[in-house]
């Protein structure tokens, strides 16, 4: 009987060193189980606050983009009004060339009496106030005759054989180029050597 009871308890023993073995066991799959399911489940506010940190994300980029769009329409405004400053008198010198030019070509007469020479003295006066308006104003005669042809001053309607100018140089000029400050509003037409 002392034998019978001494397997049976180290039966009994054995099966409590395997119960507990399996059991500790059990518990360290159990903690890895949870600790899986842990950083498998995202919390509810975890989500939440993904979602508020990618829509703030997203209105900040849009702001930037905003504000990137009005400094440049700023910018665009205020070179506009530099530039109809600038070129404020444009349209109204372009509208007075033509009477610019009949003066010289009126000016170009010779007197033949007195009457004659009496009105040509009044309109050299008028062109002379109108011709400093207009410098006043920003425009320039383009310097045409001995100058090298430039197809930005000069618009050349002929060409010549003339050994007496360089080839490409600007011979006659049969009507004056103007420059508003930096801009032409009108090119010398010219005749040019080849």
Do not use: W
Request: overall charge negative; glycine content about 4%; proline content about 4%.
């Amino acid at each position: 009987m002392a034998e019978e009871k001494s397997t049976l308890n180290e039966e009994l023993h054995s099966s409590t060193e395997t119960d507990a073995s399996s059991e500790g066991i059990e518990e360290v799959f159990a903690e890895t189980e949870v600790v899986t399911e842990d950083h498998v489940e995202t919390n509810p506010g975890d989500i939440r606050i993904q979602e508020l940190e990618a829509k703030l994300q997203e209105a900040e980029n849009r702001y930037l983009r905003l504000q990137a769009d009005f400094d440049n329409s700023r910018r665009r405004a205020r070179i506009d009004l530099e530039a109809a400053q600038k070129y404020r008198a444009q349209s109204l010198i372009t509208n007075l060339l033509p009477a610019l030019d009949n003066f010289e070509r009126a000016l170009q007469i010779e007197p033949d009496n007195e009457q004659t020479k009496g009105l040509l003295q009044g309109m050299d006066m008028v062109y002379r106030n109108l011709s400093e308006a207009l410098k006043s104003e920003g425009l320039e005669t383009i310097e045409a005759v001995g100058n090298p042809f430039d197809p930005h001053m000069h618009q050349a309607v002929m060409q010549v054989e003339d050994p007496s100018f360089e080839s490409n140089v600007v011979v006659e000029e049969f009507q004056k180029g103007y420059k508003l400050k930096d801009k032409v509003i009108r090119p010398a037409m010219v005749k040019v050597n080849q």
